[in-house]
Nanobody, 121 residues
């Protein structure tokens, strides 16, 4: 089994910063893409940012220039540095990872439980 645990959410004023972390553990052989998604109340879950094992990144247009995704492959951890936060960034943030398990065939996508980010105006 594989578990993803997020941390670092909270309440911050507009213009402030937060850093989210997500650590994967369990029977992991290799992690391919890792990413962050978010879901605001009444809205569909949306992609925020992704990063490959080689460090290539991609961002939603709404967060480009403000958010930075990074990862520590040795610790199976992905980070999301969020700067210049806006009230519209308020959402539950979920990390996900495309994991090849030890002894497994193919890869599977695992999700964390989510962490709340609230940005006050």
């Amino acid at each position: 089994q594989v578990q993803l645990v997020e941390s670092g959410g909270g309440l911050v004023q507009a213009g402030g910063s937060l850093r989210l972390s997500c650590a994967a553990s369990g029977s992991i052989f290799r992690i391919n893409v890792m990413g962050w998604n978010r879901q605001a109340p009444g809205k569909q879950r949306e992609l925020v940012a992704v990063i490959t094992s080689g460090g290539r990144t991609n961002y939603a247009d709404s967060v480009k220039g403000r958010f930075t995704i990074s990862r520590d492959n040795g610790k199976n951890t992905v980070f999301l540095q969020m700067n210049s936060l806006k009230p519209e960034d308020t959402a539950v943030y979920y990390c996900n990872a495309d994991v090849i398990r030890v002894g497994g065939i193919g890869s599977y996508n695992f999700w964390g439980q989510g962490t709340q980010v609230t940005v006050s105006s």
